[in-house]
């Protein structure tokens, strides 16, 4: 069955501090993978994907499939990166993980 | 370039009525999608529709909610009759292509079941 799991439901941080959201999945075939973040008062939305290697907002995410994980990661914490984090990934359908919600104390 | 447009934004109902609700895909976007959230919960996928045909409806409770697109544009999700359980935000998305694409999402609609 695909599943994906965010550990932590609620993650606080200090400007300025690194941040690691963790995502594991399980699935048996070679998955696309995700994260969308969701900002107060605003839609759902595609942050990065781990096929175009890209940095958005500083945060890049590797894919570990020996370890099955997709930690998404900023060296640095700005306050307005306080949102929730999605993990999802792509198999016969997007599954969503529970979410982190993320927040940045100044 | 214009977003997912959904409607109504909120609704309250009581237990055992009936409710439906409507979204607009990005033009030229060939996948729509609509999502369940519960709250404390991510998004749980009810139906995706390729054009005007189904792809995928597995996790729609079938015996209560139905979907359709009449042209392969714009999607109803229906709910008859609603459970106190059925109480969500329900998200509509669509992409270009498959569920492998970047998904863009509509605000959703919270629907409340009293």
């Known amino acids: 069955a695909q599943r994906v799991t965010q550990p932590e439901k609620l993650l606080s941080v200090f400007k300025g501090a690194p941040v690691e959201l963790k995502c594991n999945y399980s699935y048996s075939g070679s998955p696309e993978l995700f994260w969308y973040v969701q900002y107060s008062r605003q839609r759902l939305q595609l942050l990065l994907r781990h096929i175009s290697r890209e940095s958005i907002k500083g945060f890049t995410a590797d894919l570990n499939k020996g370890e099955t994980s997709f930690h998404l990661k900023k060296p640095f914490a700005q306050e307005e990166d306080s949102a929730m984090y999605y993990c999802a990934f792509s198999g016969s359908r997007l599954t969503f993980g529970e979410g982190t919600q993320l927040t940045v104390n100044p | 370039e214009a977003g997912v447009a959904q409607s109504p934004r909120y609704k309250i109902i009581e237990k055992r009525q009936s409710v439906a609700f409507w979204c607009n895909p990005i033009?030229?976007?060939?996948?729509l999608y609509w999502y369940q959230q519960i709250l404390g919960q991510g998004p749980k996928l009810l139906i995706q529709f390729q054009n005007n045909g189904v792809v995928d409806d597995s996790q729609l409770p079938k015996d209560r909610f139905s979907a359709e697109r009449l042209k392969g544009v714009d999607s109803t999700l229906k709910i008859q009759p609603a459970k106190l359980e059925d109480s969500a935000v329900y998200l509509c998305?669509?992409?270009?292509?498959?569920?492998?694409?970047?998904?863009?999402f509509g605000p959703g609609t919270r629907l409340t079941v009293l």
């Open positions: 033009s030229g976007h060939a996948t």
């Open positions: 998305a669509s992409s270009l292509r498959g569920a492998d694409n970047e998904q863009f």
